[in-house]
């Protein structure tokens, strides 16, 4: 065996490759370390801007997994290693997993949207995509409501994070719009003075909010009333129905009539 041979082909291969494998191996170390310096700064930012907490270890385990991959194919390019195959392998099953999962994804990315732009938060009263609830929790891929009559339901946060959203809690404060209707023959302030006691003694209307009675129509036999009552958001219904149920009270209380209807004018005696 001729030893002299192989050293000199070890020697040469040294010679070729040697400083190729050590910047290699430099370029390496460095980079890693460039790597975690920079996910630390983008945590620190993160932290800085009071992201949330969900989706701020995605993130970075996302940018982390990307420039950690960039790296691995700039060494293989200093060493001469053809990327190009690897680059289209990459983007070929990339392609295909896009496709198989475009769904999920879609579902995904509509889910990074709601945490980062927060057009609502856990426990805010929202109505989208046709339903209205208490919002439960923000996943990746879905969105929890408890609905008023206390169903679980799940929208896939793609066509969410796309769709109008009312955020009915939003403000901290909501407005309950309800309509009432007399008989005209009625004073006017009597209605009115009926309707701002049931408002006073409503335990949800806030004290420190102007409430609104104010006429909303009037025809041959009737006066409407647009009642506009403020409460918190997690006592609409409560205000709602004790409203309602309590001018029906007080109308009878203080001998409020109802509207006279072709049915009362026929019955009356001539």
Not at 72 to 86: K, N, P, Q, W, Y
Not at 135 to 153: P, S
């Amino acid at each position: 065996m001729d030893f002299s041979k192989f050293g000199a082909q070890g020697t040469a291969l040294i010679t070729q490759y040697g400083g190729k494998v050590v910047l290699a191996v430099v370029t390496l170390i460095v980079g890693l370390w460039l790597i975690g310096v920079l996910v630390k700064v983008l945590a620190r930012v993160m932290n800085s801007r009071h992201m949330d907490k969900d989706v701020q270890p995605f993130l970075l385990s996302l940018v982390n997994g990307l420039l950690r991959v960039l790296l691995l194919l700039s060494i293989a390019g200093m060493l001469g290693i053809e990327t190009t195959s690897f680059v289209a392998i990459l983007g070929a099953a990339g392609l295909a997993v896009g496709l198989a999962l475009q769904g999920s994804l879609a579902n995904f990315a509509g889910g990074v949207l709601l945490l980062i732009f927060k057009p609502f938060r856990v426990g805010d009263l929202i109505s989208a995509q046709g339903f209205t609830g208490h919002v439960e929790a923000i996943q990746i891929f879905n969105t929890v409501l408890t609905t008023l009559d206390n169903k679980t339901i799940i929208l896939p946060n793609g066509p969410l994070s796309t769709s109008p959203i009312t955020n009915i809690s939003g403000k901290g404060l909501i407005r309950v719009d309800m309509n009432f209707t007399t008989g005209n023959q009625n004073k006017l302030d009597d209605i009115k003075a009926s309707i701002n006691k049931v408002i006073a003694a409503c335990p949800y209307a806030l004290k420190d909010r102007e409430h609104d009675v104010l006429v909303s129509g009037v025809t041959q036999n009737t006066i409407s009333f647009d009642t506009r009552v403020w409460t918190n958001p997690a006592t609409y219904w409560e205000t709602y129905y004790y409203v309602h149920e309590n001018i029906v009270r007080q109308f009878g209380a203080d001998g409020i009539a109802a509207p006279i209807t072709a049915i009362t004018l026929a019955n009356r005696p001539a």
